[in-house]
């Protein structure tokens, strides 16, 4: 199968969002944080996916976002949206609002409870004009995109966040040059199989990091795991109090 062109290749970051003390969405805020790790070298940024939230945002929120990240970012990388729902029908209204906000890419999260997403990824890409990235992330919603069913999507390429290794390798098989891993335990081997990048919610606070083991530094591959295992266990709640930490930004999360 022929690989296909990616819409970036290296790290990329799969950005949290910032909520003010009282649960509000800060846009400002998570978009100046988007320029800060653009500075730092990531090669994408994706607004609204599970690390930020996506689930408590109105759709209101997500536009703000979107317009505010985009002109943090400026041009200087692309800007992928979540815009994953329950039903096709909820998943094209989300999208078509990201693209007319100015999103560059899509980035849908397989519905839940279905066995085959042909139709929804279907549904979506007919819905708009820029690139759909598919999403298997069975603990957010089982049971994800099947393996065999990947070279009928109709999709510029995956994410996968399960972090299940065998199932990289099958994947990087049958879409070629067009699968990110979600996951920074994975970053070496990503890299080493033909993955064009990743899109990580480690590199919120380790962008650095992440980069280098996708660059091929093994023992940072080690080090990034062991040394942000505190924030692994703790998920979104943990990346955000390193976060305020780091940069004094509100520790605040919906979920």
């Known amino acids: 199968m022929a690989a296909r062109d990616p819409l970036f290749t290296g790290v990329g970051v799969a950005l949290v969002t910032l909520f003010d003390d009282r649960g509000e969405i800060d846009a400002p805020a ?18 609204a996916g599970t690390t930020g939230e996506a689930a408590t945002l109105e759709p209101e929120e997500r536009t703000d976002l979107v317009l505010a990240v985009s002109s943090a970012v400026d041009g200087r990388v692309p800007v992928i949206a979540g815009t994953g729902a329950a039903s096709a ?13 100015g999103a560059d890419a899509l980035l849908a999260l ?8 042909r139709a929804y990824y279907e549904a979506l890409s007919e819905a708009v ?57 994975l970053l070496l081997l990503a890299a ?16 650095d990091g992440c980069i280098r083991a996708w660059e091929g530094d093994g023992a ?7 040394g942000h295992r505190a924030q692994a266990l703790a998920g979104i709640a943990g990346l955000k109090r390193t ?13």
């Open 30 to 47: 998570t978009a100046d944080h988007a320029a800060r790790l653009v500075d730092a070298g990531v090669a994408c940024v994706l607004v």
């Open 110 to 117: 397989a519905p839940p409870n279905v066995q085959d997403p």
């Open 192 to 207: 080493s199989i033909g993955c064009p990048g990743a899109i990580v919610g480690l590199a919120n606070v380790d962008p």
């Open 220 to 226: 940072c591959q080690r080090e990034l795991i062991n």
């Open 243 to 255: 976060l305020c930490a780091l940069h004094g930004t509100s520790p605040t999360t919906r979920v």
């Open 129 to 185: 004009e820029v690139p759909v990235l598919a999403y298997h992330y069975p603990k957010a919603s089982s049971p994800g995109v099947p393996v065999d069913v990947l070279g009928e999507l109709p999709v510029a390429g995956l994410k996968d966040s399960s972090g299940d290794a065998n199932r990289l390798i099958l994947e990087a098989d049958e879409l070629p040059g067009a699968v990110y891993t979600g996951q920074p335990a």
């Open 89 to 101: 029908r909820q998943a094209v209204e989300l999208s078509r609002r990201a693209e007319a906000d």
